[in-house]
């Protein structure tokens, strides 16, 4: 596996559209989330020039893992989609935290099999979340945020992450989703 690590306004358009095609078949096609979607692409308004993408691929270059940063001090998925999910404290806008979101780690090619929760226990589920801690730190962050279901937990403990929750669970779109807290 190999992690290209890009800025938005770096990165080259053909990968983009490999990025966004991934995106559109983990979380649209095999979770089944609610997301606006243009010909089989997924991106949003969080997609911009200064979001850090990760893209893991395997040895034929196919998109097999992803991670998408973003600085806090600048609108963010949790803090404009999401903020229930901090129970009414404040969302953080610092430069000490970036928010991790759209993490992926499914091989959607077929050369391994996976359950879309089974996404959070593959080794390319720990590795592109140790590239994405090291690629957050690089740029300052002390701390990454980021909305997730459930089974991330699972991934951070048996990993041996230091983690928290910033409250308790919410279901939204039918899934549990908590906010978590990752130190750096």
């Not at 053909?14 to 979380?27: C, D, I």
């Not at 945020?145 to 928290?164: D, H, M, N």
């Amino acid at each position: 596996m190999r992690v290209t690590t890009q800025q938005g306004s770096h990165l080259p358009r053909q990968l983009f559209g490999k990025l966004a095609s991934y995106r559109h078949k983990v979380f649209v096609e095999r979770l089944g989330w609610q997301l606006q979607t243009e010909d089989g692409l997924e991106f949003d308004q969080f997609d911009r020039p200064d979001t850090v993408y990760l893209i893991a691929r395997d040895e034929e270059g196919h998109v097999v893992g992803c991670a998408r940063l973003l600085p806090t001090t600048r609108p963010y998925l949790l803090g404009e989609v999401f903020p229930e999910l901090m129970h009414g404290l404040p969302v953080p806008s610092s430069a000490d935290v970036w928010e991790l979101s759209r993490f992926a780690a499914v091989d959607i090619h077929g050369n391994a099999t996976a359950s879309p929760t089974g996404q959070f226990s593959s080794p390319i589920a720990v590795s592109l979340l140790q590239a994405s801690i090291e690629c957050a730190a690089k740029r300052g962050a002390k701390q990454l945020i980021t909305v997730s279901p459930l089974g991330v937990e699972r991934l951070l403990r048996k990993a041996g992450f230091t983690a928290r929750r910033a409250g308790p669970p919410l279901i939204i779109g039918g899934h549990p989703m908590f906010t978590c807290l990752i130190s750096i």
